[in-house]
């Protein structure tokens, strides 16, 4: 075998197999037959472009190093007589050349490429020749890779991130259960108020609407977990009965869902929600707000009880009888007026 010393037998035989495989054949046919047809037919012979680029910058005794790719590429396809199509498509080369800015014209993609409008591929340019690439035509800076020390570096940055975040999670939820606890405390405990005693205490019941007056008079039942008509109250608001009405058309300020309760005289012996910033024990006198409230709380007749819980009582109001369930026959020792 005359090449024994550079190939061995079992390369050759691989060689040769390859070579006859049907796939092989078919690109081989399809290279050739478009290479046989050539748009832009090359013109130099076995003069490849860089022996051409010499003697044209020897004949132009130009200092210059290198030539524009589309003057290579034409000065390769034209003979003694110019060609129109390879003439054209220098032409546009030159338009082009002129209107683009610097920046897209040293991209990877080279002026003929986009005139062509065909693709420029990785290690070569098209109309340098053999040996040029895009990195040393174009002079652009090569990207170095990160080190296994850089990599290890950043990966430890983020674990470190990744640690504060968890920690700042951590005392977030813990912050969040500390709140939602002492909510819930604070839920549970509404309805037993410091500034009453717990139990069940006389108290005054006060609006601040339309103005600031005492509406009626009653108890205050102060008891951790006290319901209303088995429903948890409100936050804000406490349990507390009605004994003594002295606005009887003062709507409550949270009405009975269950009677359909919505006016202070109705809700005589029963029981309410009230909030607690207007209930006060019976001893003590509420200050009233600085803005004027009106003139005052006028002397009103006290409802000792409903009609429905005692029938027969009369009151005496504004110098009229006021007719009960029993008649309305009165006697006049039983008449009785009372003031605030």
């Known amino acids: 075998m005359k090449y024994a010393e550079i190939i061995s037998a079992e390369e050759w035989d691989n060689f040769v197999a390859k070579r006859r495989n049907e796939k092989i054949h078919e690109v081989s046919d399809k290279n050739r037959k478009r290479a046989s047809k050539p748009a832009y037919p090359y013109k130099k012979g076995r003069m490849g472009y860089a022996r051409l680029q010499q003697r044209i910058l020897a004949e132009e005794k130009s200092d210059a190093t290198s030539l524009s790719e589309h003057v290579l590429w034409k000065a390769a396809r034209v003979g003694k007589d110019v060609v129109e199509a390879v003439q054209s498509v220098y032409d546009e080369c030159e338009t082009l050349s ?17 005139v062509l409008n065909v693709p420029e591929y990785s290690g070569c340019v098209r109309g340098k020749g053999f040996g040029m690439t895009p990195s040393s035509f174009y002079k652009k800076p090569k990207t170095k890779n990160s080190t296994n ?22 005392r977030y939820r813990e912050e969040r259960r500390d709140s939602e606890a002492k909510d819930t405390s604070d839920r549970a405990s509404i309805n037993c108020q410091p500034k009453f005693p717990e139990g069940i205490t006389p108290c005054q019941l006060y609006l601040s609407s339309p103005t600031y007056r005492i509406v009626g008079k009653g108890k205050v039942h102060n008891t951790s977990g006290e319901l209303l008509h088995h429903n948890p109250l409100p936050v804000g608001y406490m349990k507390v009965s009605v004994d003594l009405v002295l606005d009887t058309d003062a709507l409550l ?18 029981f309410v929600g009230w909030p607690s910033d207007l209930i006060f ?28 819980e005692v029938p027969g009582r009369m009151l005496k109001k504004a110098g009229k009888d006021i007719p009960t369930k029993s008649g309305t026959k009165t006697n006049p020792k039983s008449k009785k007026e009372v003031y605030v």
Request: charged share 30%; aromatic share 0%; glycine share 4%.
């Open 281 to 308: 024990p019976d001893a003590e006198t509420p200050t009233r707000p600085t803005h004027k409230a009106g003139k005052g709380i006028s002397r009103r007749i006290e409802l000792v009880a409903s009609q429905k």
């Open 149 to 170: 020390k850089e990599v290890m570096e950043t990966l430890a940055e983020l674990r470190a991130q990744v640690l504060e975040l968890q920690k700042e999670n951590a």
């Open 253 to 270: 300020p949270l009405p009975d869902v269950v009677s359909e309760i919505t006016l202070m005289r109705d809700a005589v012996g029963s």
């Open 98 to 114: 002129q209107t683009l800015p610097s920046t897209e014209v040293q991209d990877c993609r080279s002026l003929l490429s986009r």
